[in-house]
């Protein structure tokens, strides 16, 4: 990988298209020019694009999709004729595209991970820039991200982005002041439960993310140690800001990395992989866990749930239902439940082997912090 800053941009489909529906191809030409300008320079950037389902519907004539087929179909349309463009824009600035597309399992699955990691940065150490959007002709509700917003979060990951950028349609997170009246906010140094309060849902009919969804991904972003940026696409001198967040430039909101952001496989660990299984630990379990530096034992466990083998993540709840960390299991579900409470002198009798205490080793943990997850849209926070 290269030294610089790696940067990813989300440009979601109200942003791509016009009022009647088709893509914005002026807009689509001024994106390019700008991602190819920091790709000549010698920027790694890669764009997550929405759109391949609108681009779709427009070209098939199609005002509504009502079903999964309908939709997947018009994505296997569109898709062709956005990357078309990209391609042809991008050519004409002197940079090579590739087209990648994921679904939820290329990053919850730790090998195919390796392999969409390794792939994107062979493409960013060679020049090219990647544009990615979710396999939707064949994914379906229980394997998709569910919005670009959270596959941009996990692109971050994969190619170890400094900057996130979403190009929305408004000017960025609003809160409302003591007023009530609802003002942009320049910078969020933390996203606490009055940020999560205040995410909306989608502010245009088309596209599944909303406010909600990005801060959702800006949360898993940060951790990673990633600057997430929202602003507005298009703004009044229609030229999207991508080189002025490049440079450092203030637009829109600015959310600030987390401190203590999270390195190596715990990185994935926590915010990509699969989960198996579930375990309900006691809360001095649970206070050693959080206070660091302490791995999971087997006396501490009281409740196993699920079907799982060794090497599953599992999730971590303590007494009141509250995730505190993610792992992988040294034993099966059957395994945990015959020595759930035990203490380490009691465990090679139980199972009639030797084994060691530990039900999740400290480095194949990742401790979670005090903030619950985004509620998606339609949920209640």
């Not at 919005?147 to 000017?171: H, K, P």
């Not at 909306?200 to 599944?208: D, L, T, V």
């Not at 090497?311 to 020595?339: C, K, P, Q, Y």
Request: proline content about 4%; hydrophobic content about 45%.
């Amino acid at each position: 990988m290269p030294d610089s800053p790696v940067m990813v941009v989300k440009v979601g489909t109200s942003t791509l298209t016009t009022a009647t529906g088709d893509l914005d191809l002026n807009f689509l030409r001024a994106l390019s020019d700008q991602l190819c300008e920091l790709t000549r320079a010698g920027q790694p950037v890669v764009l997550v694009s929405s759109g391949a389902i609108r681009a779709g519907m427009y070209q098939l004539g199609l005002r509504e999709c009502r079903d999964l087929p309908s939709s997947q179909a018009a994505a296997a349309v569109g898709q062709i004729r956005l990357m078309q463009h990209y391609a042809s824009f991008c050519r004409d600035a002197g940079v090579h595209v590739a087209q990648v597309l994921l679904s939820r399992g290329d990053v919850a699955n730790r090998e195919r991970y390796l392999n969409a990691r390794n792939t994107l940065r062979a493409l960013l150490a060679r020049g090219v820039l990647p544009i990615i959007n979710e396999n939707d002709t064949v994914t379906t509700e229980e394997i998709q991200f569910g919005d670009n917003d959270q596959l941009s979060s996990q692109v971050c990951q994969l190619v170890l982005a400094d900057v996130l950028l979403f190009l929305t349609d408004i000017e960025g997170f609003m809160m409302p002041d003591s007023h009530g009246e609802m003002q942009l906010v320049a910078e969020v140094p933390e996203i606490n439960r009055a940020v999560i309060a205040a995410a909306g849902g989608s502010s245009s009919g088309f596209g599944r993310g909303g406010m909600a969804s990005k801060i959702n991904a800006a949360r898993i972003a940060t951790r990673l140690g990633a600057r997430v940026v929202i602003a507005r696409g298009k703004p009044d001198n229609g030229v999207p800001p991508v080189r002025a967040v490049a440079a450092g430039e203030r637009v829109g909101t600015t959310f600030s990395p987390a401190e203590h952001a999270l390195r190596g496989r715990k990185r994935w660990l926590a915010t990509s992989a699969e989960v198996a299984g579930e375990l309900t630990i006691d809360d001095g379990a649970a206070r050693a866990l959080l206070a660091g530096g302490h791995s999971l034992l087997a006396v501490g466990v009281r409740e196993v749930r699920g079907d799982f083998g060794a090497g599953s993540l599992l999730l971590v709840r303590n007494l009141a239902g509250t995730e505190v960390a993610r792992g992988l299991s040294n034993f099966s579900a059957s395994d945990l439940r015959r020595i759930a409470g035990l203490r380490g002198d009691a465990l090679a009798a139980k199972l009639g082997q030797a084994a060691g205490p530990e039900v999740i080793h400290l480095d194949n943990m990742a401790l979670v912090d005090d903030v619950d997850l985004v509620p998606t849209a339609g949920e209640t926070p």
